[in-house]
């Protein structure tokens, strides 16, 4: 992926003009509020931008899953004072439809400057099935595009991937950092590349393991994962979280790692213990020496010591995924402790750091570093389909 295909903010005059913004309003919700702002204020710049260039903004998003249907729990109605408040008071109008006659009326009552928030498309089954008529009936009340929503990229849906090819079309400012960033990091990142890669299971990343081992010098596997690799290898693990009909792909993975020149990382100390409990009874040991009776749960001093070196000598870092079961203490210690080393990196200018994955963000956040990365993106399915190497329709919509 490339960032350099797609028009950006202020290539397209949008003064007087209706633009529709696809944004991803799809946020948490506690007791009828949004409990969650990040993605409101990650669209805020998009926003005041386009709102003091004179456009006439409507917003478009999903939220949840209505399946087709009009769900008033799936409203965006709690959106409007969220957002408004993130806007500093300025006003956002709401309309109960996104296409037919109330939205279209809503559309032509919009001032210059003014935001007006559409209700949920997913109410409609055109957008799942990126319906033609659908996209064309969006299309109908706007005269500019903006997509601004990564996080729904790789979905083929009328608004992220259809309505982009009915009119002029621009990536919003969220996009493009994002895609900046992405493309900084594996499209022509500086050498060498390395790659974390945790998470409990390897059936779920084998494109992301296959691709990265093309793309980068130096893979650190961790978490349970690493488990089924150092299994493949006639490492006993005890009685971790396992893959064990995996060892073969994990020996698959480790040979075309090997081809193409990527240097593997395992864990080679660990902590166990008898249970998966917070405070269980604990003890750090060398993966080669793990009691039939323990399971790994986190990587040990020894590994994130070798870690914290051979990134010194890396200038690129691409991070999926905890390296041990960091929800409960103490099994979160090496996930934090090589959290702090690579915003160490981070800050002195040596590494640019490239973070994703929900699991990723919390982690990140629970160490206390996510601000400190270059970038952490917070888009979950997108942002492991492009570290898998497949083309995001939302962004391929864009370029074309």
């Known amino acids: 992926m490339t960032s350099g295909k797609f028009k950006r903010l202020g290539e397209l005059d949008v003064a007087g003009k209706k633009v529709l913004v696809r944004a991803d309003l799809n946020v948490p919700m506690a007791a009828g509020k949004v409990s969650d702002t990040a993605r409101l204020e990650a669209l805020a710049p998009t926003l005041h931008e386009l709102s003091k260039s004179g456009a006439r903004v409507i917003l478009l998003s999903h939220f949840g899953r209505p399946k087709g249907q009009r769900v008033p729990d799936m409203s965006l109605a709690p959106i409007v004072s969220a957002l408004t408040r993130i806007m500093d008071g300025q ?8 296409v037919g006659p109330a939205a279209a009326a809503a559309v032509s009552g919009l001032q210059d400057g003014q935001i007006l928030i559409l209700e949920n498309l997913r109410f409609h089954a055109g957008e799942e099935a990126d319906d033609g008529d659908f996209a064309a009936s969006l299309a109908a009340l706007g005269d500019i595009y903006v997509n601004d929503a990564f996080s729904a990229a790789h979905r083929a849906h009328a608004s992220t991937h259809k309505l982009a090819k009915l009119l002029p079309s621009m990536a919003g400012r969220l996009m493009e950092r994002e895609l900046d960033a992405l493309a900084r990091a594996l499209g022509d990142p500086k050498r060498p590349v390395a790659a974390i890669v945790g998470g409990a299971k390897i059936s779920s ?67 166990v213990a008898g249970e998966f409990a917070a405070g269980a009874a604990h003890s750090i040991a060398p993966a080669s020496q793990v009691g039939p009776d323990q399971m790994i749960l986190d990587i040990g001093p020894a590994t994130v010591s070798v870690l914290a070196t051979r990134l010194k000598a890396c200038r690129t870092l691409v991070w999926n995924g905890p390296l041990g079961a960091f929800e409960l203490s103490p099994f979160d210690e090496g996930t934090i402790a090589l959290a702090k080393h690579v915003a160490a990196l981070t800050d002195a200018g040596t590494l640019l750091s490239v973070a994703g994955g929900g699991d990723t963000v919390a982690a990140l956040r629970h160490a206390g570093v996510a601000d400190r990365m270059s970038y952490v993106s917070s888009a979950g399915g997108a942002f492991l389909e492009w570290l898998e190497g497949k083309p995001l329709p939302g962004v391929t919509a864009l370029e074309n």
Request: some cysteine; charged content about 25%; glycine content about 10%.
């Open 91 to 98: 006003p956002i109008g709401f309309v109960e439809e996104c």
């Open 205 to 271: 990343k084998l494109d992301l393991l296959g691709n990265l081992a093309a793309k980068t010098d130096l893979m650190v596997i961790g978490g349970g994962m690493a488990n089924t690799f150092l299994n493949a290898i006639g490492t006993e693990v005890g009685k971790s979280l396992c893959e064990h009909d995996l060892a073969e792909t994990a020996r698959d993975i480790l040979a075309e790692a090997e081809r193409q020149n990527c240097e593997v990382l395992l864990p080679e100390d660990v902590v």
